[in-house]
């Protein structure tokens, strides 16, 4: 079945810098890639998505990348601030065999003001 | 609108014991998945229904372990003789089928097994 690995575990950023999370997976059949926000005590809630028809998404201070070949995908936070600190949770699926999500083991995301 | 619940939020139970946890999906989603988060760990699919298809159960971790869907609404998960290991948060999400993929959260029922 599918794995995915997430990088790093814990990521601490000075408010405005930049914040890089990257994940790998397995299964090349997978075709959509969702980043999940996990505030303390909250729900997941989505915060982007990407499927595997395109490179790079943005939204806002928001984009993600995918390399299908390479089979990784990366978040990117720009301008950080301090209401973005959370946990992150890349996940992968494929959307034809239920979208059943495959999660990474989360990286904690603390921006210092 | 509303979003999925789920009910209880927290639920304390003894070794052994038997319990049931509920997800109330957003209204006109077809498909509920079950997924189980340890403390400080990502998430892990349990089980995925989809309108009136046999449950998707690949996740589940033992045969202690049964979810059902009555009327292609409501879903409860029940885990028998429940173990130390079963404490988690177990989170419900819904999402249309098609065009909209994007799974909604529940705010998850907090199991501790002691």
């Known amino acids: 079945g599918e794995n995915v690995e997430q990088h790093p575990s814990t990521l601490s950023v000075q408010e405005g810098d930049s914040a890089v999370i990257k994940c790998t997976y397995s299964d090349s059949a997978s075709n959509y890639f969702p980043w999940y926000k996990q505030e303390l005590g909250k729900r997941p809630q989505l915060i982007i998505d990407i499927r595997s028809n395109v490179g790079e998404k943005k939204d806002q201070r928001i984009a993600v990348t995918l390399n299908k070949t390479a089979k990784h995908f990366s978040l990117h936070i720009t301008e950080t601030q301090p209401e973005d600190s959370a946990v992150y949770f890349c996940?992968?699926?494929?959307?034809?065999?239920?979208?059943?999500?495959?999660f990474g083991g989360g990286t904690r995301v603390l921006v210092k003001p | 609108g509303a979003g999925v619940s789920q009910s209880p939020s927290n639920k304390v139970t003894e070794k052994g014991k038997d319990v049931e946890l509920r997800c109330d999906p957003i209204s006109g989603h077809t498909a509920l998945y079950w997924y189980r988060q340890s403390l400080g760990q990502g998430l892990e699919f349990l089980i995925y229904?989809?309108?009136?298809?046999?449950?998707?159960k690949s996740g589940l971790p033992s045969d202690r372990f049964s979810a059902e869907r009555t009327g292609g609404s409501v879903s409860t998960l029940t885990i028998q003789r429940t173990q130390q290991e079963d404490s988690a948060v177990y989170l419900c999400?819904?999402?249309?089928?098609?065009?909209?993929?994007?799974?909604?959260f529940g705010p998850g029922t907090r199991l501790t097994v002691t």
């Open positions: 229904f989809q309108g009136n298809s046999a449950p998707d």
């Open positions: 999400a819904s999402s249309l089928v098609g065009a909209e993929y994007e799974q909604y």
């Open positions: 996940a992968a699926s494929i959307e034809a065999a239920g979208n059943k999500l495959t």
